[in-house]
């Protein structure tokens, strides 16, 4: 704008039409204006934007679609729209379809069960599969060799013999909130159960079968409520192996392979091997008020019909994914490969699935009897800079912890055996206040929530007192977390290092998360969450959601 204002002069064109030349800077200041924010807005609000142009396609997707982020952003360009995605749980996408309200035009979750079990309301058209992939264990190859798994069969009771005599621990999503967890979950039960021509809700009170259960979960150790997320943590840690999509440990051996580690070798469980079948489907009465469905439906159907073209499919073969239950294309050897353990030219034969209400009966019996326990540390800023919305946002949070309803409406309650601990902190830390199990944590309400508000931030010290007390106490087998609602900013003694330090003198796997409120400053929380392998959340915009997948998490 400035340089055509400069040219402009050196005419004298500028000085002869002042009024038109402003009016004429003005107009185009507005207009550049107004795209920066409704571009800023859409991409503030999603989690991927992709292309550009007045059309918007909105995407609701399972986070191992975003191996495909290529193929959306050149669609998008090409075609000159936009494709907008959110990435939430395949479980989480299931709750959403059957809320009632889907603010989206499309959902993309990993497995047709989701969209089954949540379309109760028949909203969901034109559903149809992008992608296959099997849900895998995935072992270090060394110790591969050293339990004789290369190049034999192996079942789910080999898995809980390893397990059983302290050969193996592994890392696996929730099978509450994602569905590569819930479909290993579904594998081992089915296997157990000598792999019945339907699962009945009559096996699930099978004593032995949840015994054999709790202990094959017993060898999970670190949790995730994403998939792609697993993969990272993986790549970050120091673990045996992972359950996780054949296409993620491909990706995951890429990168193990270019840093020079040990690679992972492909296990597929002979008796419990289920497949993720990756539907997109369009969503009809969205609930958007204004919206052209006709208009919405087309732009859907074109690009599904793009993802399915043979070009396409092969494009989407090249990431690790199938797109046939019968092999892959000739010619992918590199990618698919046999000395990782990879089979393509075996055939996926998907196991029956349970009935509906027998499904969701086996996710309560996980998450309430099977499951690893939790030791759970939450650390509540209470300082001064939290009051108003940050306190208001962190008492609703609590809400959500404590008040087993709601919790267990999301498959986040606590078990029996769970230990959660409070300890709110602004110059100094107070309490702790201890639960175990669900009753013990709804008494606690009033305690935690009638907790002054001011002062300042002690984050660092609250984060050593977590330590300490975890230096302290006997597990008993939980798996720990910390887990920190605050806005952020630490404004007491101590340094970042400090804590580093009192973490590896810990040598715990301790994961520390957080969920920030408030004005929130998300800078140290990311140096903790960095070196303990943990994550931040943005509680601001939605509470339960943000809630809901740090539980997930641990």
């Not at 009016?23 to 207009?31: D, G, N, Q, R, S």
């Not at 936009?82 to 395949?90: K, M, N, P």
């Not at 979950?185 to 792999?195: K, M, P, R, S, V």
């Not at 673990?239 to 070798?265: C, F, K, P, Q, S």
Request: proline residues 3%; aromatic residues 6%.
């Amino acid at each position: 704008m400035k340089e055509r204002s400069r040219n402009a002069a050196g005419t004298g064109r500028r000085s002869r039409c002042p009024a038109v030349w402003l009016l004429l800077v003005i107009t185009a200041l507005m207009l550049v204006s107004c795209t920066l924010t409704r571009e800023t807005d859409v991409s503030g609000t999603y989690d991927a934007l992709f292309g550009s142009g007045k059309d918007i396609l909105r995407i609701v997707a399972g986070s191992e679609n975003r191996v495909l982020e290529p193929i959306l952003d050149a669609y998008a360009r090409k075609e000159k729209i936009r494709i907008a995605v959110d990435y939430h749980g395949s479980l989480d996408i299931m709750r959403m379809l059957q809320g009632g309200t889907v603010p989206y035009d499309a959902v993309w979750p990993a497995s047709s069960l989701w969209i089954s079990l949540g379309d109760e309301t028949h909203r969901v058209r034109h559903a149809s599969s992008t992608s296959i992939t099997p849900v895998v264990l995935g072992v270090r190859r060394d110790l591969a060799g050293e339990l004789g798994w290369t190049g034999r069969q192996v079942y789910v009771r080999d898995l809980l013999t390893a397990i059983r005599e302290g050969k193996l621990r592994f890392t696996m999503t929730s099978a509450t909130q994602s569905n590569s967890g819930a479909s290993a979950y579904i594998g081992f039960l089915y296997a157990l159960l000598d792999e019945p021509a339907e699962i009945t809700l009559a096996d699930l009170q099978d004593p032995g079968l949840q015994d054999d259960l709790r202990e094959l979960l017993g060898g999970i150790e670190r949790s995730s409520g994403s998939s792609d997320w697993l993969k990272d943590l993986y790549l970050k840690g120091d673990y045996d192996a992972m359950m996780n999509y054949e296409a993620l440990i491909i990706d995951a051996n890429r990168t193990l392979e270019a840093e020079g580690r040990e690679t992972l070798y492909v296990i597929y469980l002979e008796d419990g091997t289920l497949l993720a079948d990756s539907p997109l489907g369009f969503v009809t009465q969205n609930g958007e008020e204004g919206r052209d469905e006709a208009h919405q439906e087309a732009l859907f159907r074109a690009l599904q019909d793009h993802l399915l073209s043979e070009p396409v499919q092969l494009e989407i073969q090249k990431t690790g994914r199938r797109t046939d239950m019968n092999g892959v294309a000739p010619g992918l050897e590199s990618i698919f490969r046999s000395d990782q353990g990879i089979d393509t030219e075996r055939i996926l034969s998907p196991i029956n699935m349970p009935r509906a209400e027998v499904l969701m009966a086996a996710l309560d019996l996980y998450q309430n009897e099977l499951r690893r326990p939790g030791y759970n540390i939450y650390l509540l800023d209470h300082s001064g800079s939290m009051s108003g919305r940050g306190i208001s946002q962190l008492r609703s949070a609590l809400d959500l912890i404590m008040d087993q309803e709601r919790s267990g409406a999301l498959l986040l309650q606590a078990s029996e055996e769970e230990i959660n601990v409070f300890i709110p902190f602004s110059d100094y830390c107070y309490g702790p206040l201890t639960a175990q199990g669900p009753d013990e944590l709804e008494a606690l309400r009033d305690a935690v929530q009638n907790t002054r508000v001011g002062g300042g931030t002690a984050l660092f010290e609250a984060v050593r007192e977590a330590l300490r007390l975890l230096d302290s106490t006997d597990l008993g087998g939980r798996r720990p977390a910390v887990i920190v609602l605050t806005d952020g900013m630490n404004t007491s003694p101590g340094s970042m290092e400090e804590v580093e330090a009192a973490y590896r003198a810990l040598d715990l796997d301790v994961p520390i998360f957080a969920i920030l409120f408030g004005d929130a400053h998300a800078d140290e929380l990311e140096g903790l969450a960095a070196f303990s392998h943990g994550r931040v959340f943005d509680g601001r915009e939605d509470l339960v959601q943000a809630f809901a997948t740090v539980r997930g998490y641990n």
